[in-house]
């Protein structure tokens, strides 16, 4: 009897924990990571009664978890990659709207500008129309500093989720090894501690959901490694994250692995998971986004100042720039950045921008080999120098030169360059009189009045273009200009298919003579004599005389004495050739030019914003992607270690019935054991 109600009690157990198992997997439905749970029975001793051997029962031997690793990497993979791509869509997505939509972009007001250029151009004595472009300028410079104000709150807003993420990731990398420790100790019994382990691995998901991590199971640990190969965990060990100001760009936060004796930058080798995709979206999109939207406003402020410069304005002075100078004392110290690790007392460089138009968007790392020598490497990759900081000239590297500003430098120091980074924040209308807008031509040309042949002159210009940022000697040239006026240009007769010229200063003395072919258009390079105020020449450094050429272009046949003036164009307020000038502007190439032809700044802009769309039109194609791919890693998973609640109801109804049968044979052992004894 014994026997039958020992075999009756080891079903009663099995069936109880069975049923304890069911329910629990019942009540971890909705639990993330958890994994589905079973009891494992094993059949009895046998008991040898002569003729056989009969069984005693059953015995739980184990709570299996119903796990398959190969799915479980799987998952883990998809959710950092899921990650990385929402994290980069979500970034690039409102940079995108920013820079192409009519009301937050560029090129609506880019129009508008011209457009009311192209008003004042028609009519250059009309106040109200120079009025409105210097607010149309004021309109786009204010875009400007938008964008790249928003711009650099984006980049703040990574820095701050960077840091908030990095504090996660310890707290879960921590929790890793703190389960590692408890799962060893627990496993030493020779049981698994299942629950335990599923919390180890939903830690492990997460922790992907941040950064994308890899792990090898060693010893009943898991070891978890970033990157290439940095362990954030080794056992019952935890590494740190920590965040802070790069030591090469202090507005854009590095992240450090923490050793006990060292910390290393893991920036670069950063990818996966929620701080992957931030960094990936900052190293991609929006650095050469800022570089880039700054190289246009550093192309659209010089190009327009400079035509400026060119011509005269209302009140018969040369012109004045529209926008603030690219090579302000502010602008050339803030393109660089130096390192934190540089020598006590090494100073920062000037950076000063020499052609707008060779300009890229790439950053540039500067390392001195000596305290005078220095070697550049482009953000692209490309290596430059040797170069030395007192060179003279100063070599141009892409449309920009260095110089030290201050200190002395040592072997190892090393800067930053960012030469068009910040310069869309830093633009400014700066003019604020109508009058002083330069719409007129600074030369004229005037037929004589007794002229009797059919010569033509078409209206001059300058023969080298005037330095609206050179100061005193800019200053200089410009009123050598108008003190140098008028010249005569007196034609003799024509004599063998030629026919001469002689020129003639204010003072009727000569100073030039030349030939033309008459009947055809022929070029005239005229070199003027430069006069101060009071007529005296302008003398060089060698005690020569300088200076400045004309260009015109005379045509047809002038007769013997025919002559024609060139004069300074002071009363030209309806002179509108430099406003032409400035509306050639919107179609030239001045952008890129020093890698091919180039292209005009209007053009640059929408090739910004159709890069960005692209990329972002791609982020949606990929995070689409690895949604998929990890909704289909969840469901395998899923198939294997999730619970079906219809199943485990199933199996709650067996084991309850199992239960109930080991009762009867327990009560089958009883009654017969009563009516054995009644009977005796």
Do not use: C, W
């Not at 046949?557 to 060139?566: E, H, I």
Request: aromatic share 6%; proline share 2%; hydrophobic share 35%.
């Amino acid at each position: 009897m014994s026997n039958l109600i020992s075999i009756g009690l080891s079903g009663l157990n099995a069936s109880q924990a069975a049923l304890a198992i069911t329910s629990n997997n019942i009540a971890n439905a909705a639990t993330s990571g958890y994994s589905r749970q079973q009891a494992v029975q094993v059949a009895g001793g046998m008991q040898n009664i002569g003729v056989g051997f009969i069984g005693t029962g059953t015995t739980l031997s184990d709570v299996r978890r119903i796990y398959n690793s190969y799915l479980d990497n799987q998952l883990q993979t998809a959710t950092s990659l899921n990650t990385d791509a929402l994290a980069f869509q979500d970034q690039i997505t409102s940079v995108d709207k920013l820079l192409a939509d009519r009301d937050t972009g560029i090129s609506s007001v880019l129009t508008s500008f011209f457009s009311a250029l192209q008003t004042a151009s028609a009519s250059p004595s009309d106040v109200a129309s120079r009025q409105l472009l210097l607010t149309q300028a004021q309109t786009l410079s204010n875009r400007f500093n938008a964008i790249s104000k928003q711009m650099s709150q984006q980049n703040d807003n990574i820095n701050s989720q960077l840091d908030t993420m990095t504090g996660q990731v310890n707290k879960l990398t921590a929790n890793i090894a703190e389960y590692n420790k408890q799962i060893v100790q627990m496993s030493a019994s020779g049981n698994t501690p299942n629950n335990l382990i599923d919390a180890r691995n939903e830690a492990v998901r997460q922790l992907n959901e941040l950064v994308g991590v890899t792990v090898q199971e060693r010893d009943g640990n898991l070891d978890v490694y970033l990157g290439t190969g940095q362990s954030l965990v080794t056992g019952y060990q935890a590494n740190t994250l920590s965040v802070g100001p790069s030591p090469t760009d202090k507005s854009q936060y590095s992240i450090s692995i923490n050793y006990q004796t060292f910390s290393s930058d893991v920036t670069s080798v950063v990818s996966g998971g929620q701080i992957g995709g931030l960094l990936r979206y900052r190293d991609e999109v929006l650095n050469p986004s800022m570089n880039e939207l700054g190289r246009v406003a550093l192309v659209v402020a010089d190009t327009i100042n400079s035509q400026l410069g060119q011509g005269l304005d209302a009140n018969g002075q040369f012109g004045s720039g529209l926008f603030s100078s690219i090579n302000s004392a502010a602008a050339i110290s803030q393109r660089s950045l130096a390192s934190s690790g540089n020598s006590a007392g090494s100073g920062n460089l000037n950076v000063t921008i020499t052609n707008s138009g060779a300009l890229s968007t790439y950053d540039y790392e500067v390392k001195f080999t000596s305290d005078k020598n220095y070697t550049v490497r482009r953000s692209d990759g490309t290596e430059m120098g040797p170069f030395a900081i007192d060179q003279d000239p100063a070599p141009e590297i892409d449309g920009f030169t260095l110089s030290l500003n201050g200190g002395t430098l040592a072997a190892g120091d090393s800067f930053k360059v960012i030469p068009t980074r910040a310069a869309a924040g830093s633009i400014d209308t700066v003019l604020t009189d109508a009058n002083k807008l330069a719409f007129a031509g600074p030369i004229s040309a005037t037929a004589g009045g007794g002229n009797g042949g059919t010569g033509t002159i078409t209206q001059p210009n300058l023969g080298e273009r005037l330095d609206i940022y050179g100061g005193a000697e800019q200053a200089q040239m410009q009123e050598a200009i108008k003190h140098s006026m008028p010249v005569r240009v007196v034609f003799s007769d024509a004599s063998g298919g030629t026919q001469g010229y002689k020129l003639f200063d204010s003072k009727g003395a000569e100073i030039g003579s030349g030939t033309i072919v008459p009947g055809q258009d022929n070029k005239l390079s005229i070199n003027v004599p430069m006069r101060d105020a009071s007529g005296a020449p302008i003398l060089d450094g060698s005690g020569n005389p300088r200076t400045f050429s004309v260009e015109t272009t005379v045509g047809g046949s002038p007769a013997g004495n025919d002559s024609f003036t060139l004069a300074f164009n002071a009363e030209g307020k309806s002179d509108n050739r430099n406003a032409q000038s400035l509306l050639d502007l919107q179609t030239k190439a001045t952008v890129g030019t020093g890698a091919g032809a180039g292209t005009s700044f209007t053009s640059a802009y929408a090739s910004l914003v159709e890069r960005v769309g692209a990329k972002a039109n791609q982020a949606k194609i990929d995070s689409t992607a690895s949604g998929a791919v990890l909704d289909s890693a969840k469901a395998g998973r899923a198939s294997v270690s999730g619970v079906n609640l219809d199943d485990e109801a199933a199996s709650l109804v067996k084991f309850q019935h199992y239960y109930t049968a080991s009762s009867q044979i327990i009560k089958t052992a009883q009654e017969t054991f009563s009516t054995l004894i009644n009977a005796l």
